[in-house]
Structures are given as C-alpha cells and as structure tokens.
C-alpha cells in the first residue's frame, strides 16, 4: 500500500502530464480512433504561403495533426519537439511516409511566416496551416479537438485548444490519437507499427 | 553556419535531466554563505529553498517563452511562491496547464503557488511553467538570472541554462546528429 500511495503521490504531482495510461487493451501505445474522424477537405495556405487541401495534399502519407498557436509557450512547443524526435526515431523509408501538420487556433495572429520561423525550430519538414476563423473552427470541429478563444484579443492573449494529436493513414482516416505528453518513443514505436501494417 | 561547441550531453526529449554541476542552492538562513553546516540550527522553523533544473527555452517567437525549474523546501516550515522575475524578459507570470471541461487544455495564471515544508514543486512541460513575456533574443547555451519570491524566504536567484526546444544537434534540419538511441531496429 505504500507504494501505492507513493504512486497516488507521484501521479498528484506529475498533475495531468501523464494522463494517465494511454490506450487500453488496444495494438498502439496511443488510443486506436480508426475511422472515428476523416480529414475534411478544406482549403489552407501552408507556411510557405502555398495553398494546402487538408485531404488532398495530406494524401499518400502517415499525416499528425495538431492544432495549436505560436504564442503557446509549453503545450504546442513540447508536442512539435516530440514529433520531432519521434520522427527522427524512424529509419528513413519510415521517414518518408509520416509528415506533421500543425493548424494553428489562432489565424490572427498565426501568419505563414510566423508558422514558418515557428515550425523550422523543430523540424523544417513540418507544414504549417492557416486559414480564416470560421474554417478554423470548423476543421477543429470535424477532427474532435475543441478550440476556444478569448472574446477580447487584443493583448497577450491565449487560445485554448485539445492537447491531442491525431495520426491520419494515408487515406485521411483517423488510425491513432496521443494525448499530451506521450513519449516520443512511444508515438515512433506507433509509426514503426501503423506504417509496417500498410506496408 | 558554424558548428556549434562543446554539446550537452544527449537529450532523451523531457527538460527534467539532473543537470551536474548546475544545481544551485540557495538558502535562507541568515549565515548563509557558510549555511550547509548550519541546516540543522536554522532550517527547523524556517523554510529552506533549494532550486535545481532551471531552464529556460530559446524563444519561438519574439512574444514569449517559458522557463523551468525544481523547488525543494528542505526547511521546516512552509513557504509559497508569489513570483517571478528576471531582466531578460518584460514580465514573468506563473502559468499552470489546465485541463478543462470542454476538452481543452490551457493556461491559468497562479498568484501564489505553495511549496510546502519537505515538498519540491516542479516547474516543467505541461504542468506548471514560468511564462517570459517579451523575453530578449536568447541563444543555447546563456544563462538568464531568474529571481523567484518567496513570502518568507525574500527573493530567490536561480541561474537558468537557455536550452534549445529540441536539445542539441537537431536544429536547422541537420537530423542525421540526433540521437536515435534505445532503438533497436536500425538494421542497415
Ligand atoms: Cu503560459
């Protein structure tokens, strides 16, 4: 019971970093959530100032979507840093089929070149996606990750949003979800997994 | 670009390494210099504060970063943490990640965080973090004197290590130094 209670202690302190245990009984590490969302087809501009179909230009690849901003100082750089060394843990075929595409919650103030300067900190093959408020919120809806920000923006502001990433196949289907602060070991031995079974 | 000196030892992905060499005490008793010998003598009514692990990230973006460390109250009484200061950055606010009900995470800010006798409180990723806003240009490697406040023990320098988000080696793409340890199926 000691132990036990050692455990209570350290979960208490760890606060909700771990989220507890991800996935049950299921084959990934991360929640299965197969077929549960579908990437929507809506129209982007990426950090490079191209435009970018969700579905479209996602297609063909193991894709990682999270929605975030810039100005998060802890969540977003954490999880983008994750996915980076999670990446950086596969061989290269592996490589070559798993992208990361980062939405930002915050269009205002989130523009390609921001996205861009933001994103190369971690991994320079990561895409960085804005579009208006209103699709914004809509493709969060679509994908299950709440999004919600403050009425006034004019200061300092931050938008709270889902902590999860979601891995979609390279048919935009939903395969796996990781909460916040899944190790990046974890998420590759994921991918090794996910991109074994397409293969 | 030049090639960068002497690197950290390797980064497994969480900024919550013992750090050798970098711990720094601080402590309250009056005859503080030559305290360690003295713990006994003063710490049992008084809290003691000791930090370890202070970093701070290389800012992202111009508007903000965050910075991190440990807190040990070895004394014998409670203390609690009222705020945060340092001159590399125009404000420092204390922010914990929240878990709320429409499914977000986010940010509140914390006035006064309790550090209890005999408990540490870790400042660290996805928890609890010190917010830099306006930080100045900082690079890895630097070190930011960060001032923390204490209600009984006054004001508590930390010095914190600017580390970069991804740890040594993998910025700008040169992803071929990072190390891909713990991994067994590298066959070729
Ligand atoms: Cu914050």
């Known amino acids: ?23 049950d009984q299921g084959p990934y590490n991360g929640s299965e959530i197969k077929g549960a969302f579908t990437l929507p087809s809506t129209e982007f501009t990426d950090n490079k100032g191209e435009p970018y179909d969700l579905k479209e230009d996602s297609a063909g690849k193991y894709t990682a979507v999270f929605i975030g ?11 983008m840093a994750d996915l980076s060394q999670a990446k950086g843990m596969l061989d290269e075929s592996e490589q070559e089929e798993f992208q990361t595409v980062f939405i930002t919650a915050d269009p205002e103030r989130d523009d390609p070149e921001l996205l861009d300067m933001w994103l190369s900190s971690f991994d320079p093959s990561f895409v960085g996606l804005t579009t208006d408020l209103e699709d914004t919120d809509a493709t969060a809806n679509e994908l299950g990750i709440s999004v919600s920000r403050p009425e006034d923006r004019s200061g300092d502001y931050q938008v709270d949003h889902g902590g999860q990433t979601l891995l979609f196949d390279p048919e935009g289907n939903s395969r796996i979800m990781w909460s916040y602060g899944t190790e ?6 994921d991918l090794e997994t996910v991109i074994g079974e397409g293969a | 670009m030049a090639v960068r000196g002497a690197t950290r030892g390797g980064r497994a992905g969480k900024a919550r390494r013992p750090v050798a060499g970098r711990r720094v005490l601080t402590l309250s008793c009056a005859a503080g210099a030559l305290a360690l010998a003295a713990v006994t003598g003063c710490a049992a009514q008084e ?16 508007d903000v970063t965050s910075a991190y460390v440990t807190i040990e109250n070895t004394g014998g009484a409670d203390d609690t943490l009222i705020g945060a200061d340092t001159a590399a950055a125009d404000e420092v606010q204390m922010h914990e990640n929240v878990q709320k009900d429409d499914g977000t995470t986010g940010m509140e800010e914390r006035d006064e965080i309790p ?17 830099l806003m306006d930080p100045d240009e900082l690079k890895a490697g630097e070190t930011v004197a960060l001032e923390l406040r204490f209600e009984k023990s006054g004001t508590v320098e930390v010095n914190a290590e600017v580390e970069d988000v991804m740890g040594e080696g993998a910025k700008g793409g040169d992803m071929e130094s990072m190390d891909d340890m713990d991994h067994g199926d590298m066959d070729h």
């Open chain 2, 115 to 131: 550090v209890k006798a005999g408990e540490t409180v870790s400042f660290e990723p996805g928890k609890l973090h010190l917010m």
């Open chain 1, 69 to 79: 901003f810039t100005n998060c100082p802890d969540i977003c750089p954490t999880t």
């Open chain 1, 184 to 189: 990046p070991e974890k998420v590759a031995e």
């Open chain 2, 47 to 62: 809290p003691q504060i000791e930090t370890s692990d202070a970093t701070v990230r290389v800012p992202l973006t111009p």
């Open chain 1, 1 to 23: 019971m000691a132990a036990a209670g050692a455990a209570a202690v350290t979960a208490l302190l760890a606060g909700c970093g771990g989220q507890a245990a991800t996935g």
